[in-house]
């Protein structure tokens, strides 16, 4: 275990209704040093929302609550908006899963590389540009130049997920935040970014809180994983230990991976208390 960059506790996540706040993230505590700490769960689970607390991304009707949120010395739950726009792109990163969602088709990729630099740094438009090829180059782009004049359209959907992870990594902050970042890719892919997520982690020296529903993934990319059922963690264990899990919930989500054991097989089907059935 790294010294932490980020650390939660209690956190709490609620949505009004006509009968009162509805809980949907209820005393979530985590930590984030140097490393890679999954969350995993189905859907519905709360590990988005969790992610996008941490991010300061939820809408203003959710009430969250926390006795400590704190990304190294700065305490996030403080934050206004324009400490938020300090701290995001320079110290945090967010990167989603479709990049055709997350890039603006209006303009080139160049541009959307740099942005973290023009908001960030005072870098000369040389200076920004050079830095956006070296990233471009980093995540395994070919052609960078092209790549850098062209538009998100001309680019496939692993191209443009490493566009993507370029743009967040182009001002090296300290911790990244990946929801889903590869469910739109297919699996060749998906293998493919986790690696290159991996190697950058460890030669930028930085943290990733990957939130993910794949357990076999997670059990060959992650350290850590923490397991989340309702809104609430039910396990957490090394992600070598995957396969031993004592949680009967994590047991299950693990047999429920697809493999030629399980073809066409019944897979398991959780009861109320998660336990399957």
């Known amino acids: 275990m790294t010294e932490p960059l980020l650390s939660v506790e209690d956190l709490t996540i609620a949505f009004p209704s006509d009968?009162?706040?509805?809980?949907?993230?209820?005393?979530?505590?985590?930590?984030?040093?140097r490393e890679i700490v999954?969350?995993?769960?189905?859907?519905?689970?709360g590990k988005s929302l969790t992610g996008r607390a941490i991010m300061g991304l939820l809408p203003r009707r959710a009430e969250v609550r926390a006795v400590r949120?704190?990304?190294?010395?700065?305490?996030?739950?403080?934050?206004?908006?324009?400490?938020?726009?300090?701290?995001?792109?320079s110290g945090m990163g967010l990167i989603l899963q479709d990049p055709k969602f997350s890039l603006n088709p209006a303009h080139r990729i160049g541009r959307q590389v740099e942005e973290a630099l023009l908001l960030h740094t005072g870098l000369s438009a040389g200076e920004r540009k050079e830095r956006a090829l070296d990233m471009l180059a980093?995540?395994?782009?070919?052609?960078?130049?092209?790549?850098?004049?062209?538009?998100?359209?001309?680019?496939?959907?692993?191209m443009g997920q490493r566009v993507m992870i370029a743009a967040m990594?182009?001002?090296?902050?300290?911790l990244i935040i990946a929801d889903e970042p590869t469910?739109?890719?297919?699996?060749?892919?998906?293998?493919?970014?986790?690696?290159?997520?991996?190697?950058?982690?460890?030669e930028f020296g930085m943290g990733l809180l990957l939130i993910s529903h794949d357990l076999q993934q997670v059990s060959r990319y992650a350290d850590r994983v923490i397991v989340m059922r309702q809104g609430e963690i039910?396990?957490?264990?090394?992600?070598?230990?995957?396969?031993?899990?004592?949680?009967?919930y994590t047991r299950g989500l693990w047999a429920a991976r697809p493999s030629v054991a399980t073809y066409g097989t019944r897979l398991p089907v959780f009861d109320a208390n998660g336990k399957p059935s």
């Open 19 to 33: 009968s009162g706040p509805v809980p949907v993230v209820k005393s979530v505590s985590l930590t984030v040093g």
């Open 38 to 45: 999954a969350v995993v769960g189905e859907s519905g689970s």
């Open 69 to 89: 949120m704190v990304f190294e010395d700065i305490d996030l739950q403080t934050l206004d908006a324009s400490g938020w726009n300090r701290l995001r792109g």
């Open 138 to 158: 980093k995540v395994g782009l070919p052609d960078p130049k092209r790549i850098y004049a062209s538009y998100p359209a001309a680019l496939s959907g692993g």
């Open 169 to 174: 990594l182009i001002n090296r902050p300290k």
């Open 183 to 202: 469910s739109a890719l297919d699996r060749g892919l998906q293998d493919q970014v986790l690696t290159l997520l991996r190697a950058l982690t460890e």
């Open 234 to 248: 039910v396990e957490r264990l090394p992600a070598s230990q995957l396969a031993q899990a004592q949680s009967a």
